[in-house]
């Protein structure tokens, strides 16, 4: 069976987003362009990483154009994609590995998400030789989600996915665990319940 690769150049639309109430939210990258929509799932970790090292990368490409880029310094202005993620929210695949790349001919932000496959191996060195081998695979290598973007659409696709983020559940004002609507056991209070 060959590689399945979702493959957007310039979507319509390219959106981290959650299906769930805070403390139990299952977060997605979300791709569409007309009709076509690809919902990867992943965790929150993933989305934050993701998000920063795109504006690193992107940052990086003003700084070496001297700001002669059209990439923008920061989001773009202008009303801001809030809309929640298109239903059904039908996942693909889970997401194992990712990788960011810019194309300077293009200038282009590629981003690829790889699903996440379980490998047997006995030892550290085998397990790095069967994990480069599979991603490197074009023929029967794991399902990966590519997307390419202009730098306003990275750049918007940052902004939304930290706000996405850090839109879960508020921080316990004493220890920053994040609070639970029927409060949590904080260690701060030595084990007492701390309410909302």
């Not at 959650?18 to 929509?37: D, E, I, M, N, W």
């Not at 880029?69 to 202005?77: C, E, F, R, S």
């Not at 939304?160 to 029927?182: F, K, M, Q, T």
Request: aromatic share 4%.
């Amino acid at each position: 069976m060959s590689r399945q690769v979702f493959l957007y150049d310039q979507p319509e639309r390219f959106v981290a987003g959650t299906v769930g109430l805070p403390g139990r939210r299952t977060f997605f990258l979300q791709a569409s362009a007309g009709s076509r929509v690809t919902s990867v799932a992943l965790e929150k970790t993933q989305v934050a990483a993701l998000a920063e090292r795109m504006d690193e990368l992107l940052d990086e490409v003003v700084r070496r154009s001297g700001g002669s880029t059209v990439v923008p310094a920061t989001a773009p202005a202008g009303p801001a994609d809030t809309a929640p993620l298109d239903t059904p929210v039908e996942e693909e695949f889970r997401v194992g590995t990712m990788a960011l790349a810019w194309d300077g001919e293009d200038q282009r932000m590629i981003v690829e998400a790889q699903a996440l496959v379980e490998l047997d191996a006995e030892s550290e060195e085998d397990l790095a030789e069967a994990e480069e081998r599979l991603l490197q695979d074009e023929e029967n290598g794991p399902p990966m989600l590519r997307v390419r973007l202009t730098g306003a659409q990275a750049r918007a696709f940052a902004k939304r996915a930290l706000d996405v983020v850090n839109a879960g559940r508020p921080p316990c004002p004493l220890c920053s665990l994040p609070l639970d609507p029927e409060g949590h056991v904080c260690p701060r209070q030595n084990g007492y319940r701390r309410g909302a």
